[in-house]
């Protein structure tokens, strides 16, 4: 176990050397950019609960290149009226998704730094601040502008591997952006959690999955360093016409906070069942517990988990939440303070 263990962590360094060691000339990528294929053989790595040995950890490695190989190019420093952030381009035409935080409001010029130096003007389109998606448009974009696929299946499931690919203070000479490498926590309604770090000026820039395809855009920082929280690409889509008109929505225009209560669960038989409690959250220090049913929220009776997640995403963070909860046949109530996501 020790001997794999070592293995692991050469292999783990070889990893961050991928996301570290490239230079601008190493930029270069196809014009039409497709999903990676992913060999049957790492996909059952992938899938299964964790890597069993060093042969495993060899084609995560493997696959985990190809993927920063595909997505590095179109991964970008943002600039807006002085604020820096991250975002990544997804079509030839110079669409780039962002988190709505970082643009504010449509009609702001904006500049995009891309990792092979060059400075693109470009303009702030739509900004949904309920869920923390935003878009910019490159103006006259190149022949040549890299670009990312966009993940077009089903939502991510907790367990997925993820990539996140941020650039914190923008573009620093002989050196690529960040990467890290996790795995999926939980998601809700309009917020994805992973455990991949993200830090200042992350904000904005691409989650990926292991096909290279954008899943996800950087949101915020999470009260713990393994908690960290996206804006799932289903926000985008589902509201993707009214970004690229330049529309802005929600009701914080520029406050990034959401309030969290820190739980997951299901809907069953018209209960909000609880699945999972995260340490250090709201509902881990009042004591909730996995298994838990949540009967009411503030003496109202809720009939299923997305009612839960509905009433907490119109909350603001440091507020209180009374809920009524069922445990082994008794009953309750417990007091939880809900915390943002900054």
């Known amino acids: 176990m020790a001997r794999l263990l070592r293995r692991f962590r050469a292999i783990w360094i070889l990893l961050v050397l991928a ?19 992913t060999p049957s053989e790492t996909a059952a790595v992938l899938s299964a609960r964790s890597p069993r040995n060093a042969e495993d950890l060899r084609l995560i490695q ?14 970008v420093a943002v600039e807006i009226r002085g604020a820096a952030g991250s975002g990544v381009i997804v079509n030839r035409e110079g669409l780039v998704l962002t988190a709505a935080h970082v643009v504010g409001r ?6 995009v730094e891309l990792p092979d130096g060059r400075r693109l003007a470009g303009r702030s389109l739509g900004a949904n601040h309920d869920v923390d998606a935003g878009m910019i448009k ?11 696929p966009v993940h077009e299946g089903p939502e991510l499931e907790p367990g997925e591997w993820v990539v996140t690919i941020g650039q914190p203070g923008g573009v620093m000479e002989d050196r690529a952006p960040p990467v890290r490498f996790g795995r999926v926590l939980f998601r809700g309604e309009g917020v994805l959690c992973t455990d991949c770090k993200l830090v200042g000026g992350d904000s904005g820039g691409p ?17 713990m360093l393994t908690h960290n929280f996206h804006v799932p690409i289903s926000a985008f889509h589902s509201g993707w016409d009214r970004l690229v008109k330049g529309e802005v929505w929600g ?7 959401r309030a969290l209560l820190g739980v997951r669960g299901h809907t069953e038989e018209g209960r909000c069942v609880i699945t999972q409690v995260f340490p ?8 909730m517990e996995e298994g838990d049913v949540i009967l009411a929220v503030e003496n109202r009776e809720i009939g299923g988990f997305e009612e839960l997640s509905r009433i907490v995403a119109h909350k603001e963070p440091g507020d209180r939440l009374r809920l009524k909860i069922e445990r082994d046949g008794e009953i309750f109530e417990l007091s939880a303070e809900l915390v943002g996501t900054d």
């Open 251 to 257: 009701g914080r225009f520029d406050d990034e906070h």
């Open 138 to 148: 490159i103006d006259n974009p190149p022949t040549d502008l890299p670009f990312a």
């Open 62 to 75: 493997d696959q985990l290149q190809r993927v920063i190989k595909q997505a590095m190019p179109a991964t």
């Open 106 to 111: 449509a009609g702001r010029r904006a500049w």
């Open 280 to 287: 250090g959250m709201p509902a881990d220090k009042v004591g």
């Open 19 to 37: 996301g570290l060691a490239g230079t601008p000339s190493s930029f270069a990528q196809p014009a039409n950019p497709v999903s990676l294929e």
């Open 207 to 223: 989650l990926f999955n292991m096909n290279g395809e954008v899943v996800g855009i950087h949101s915020s920082i999470g009260p």
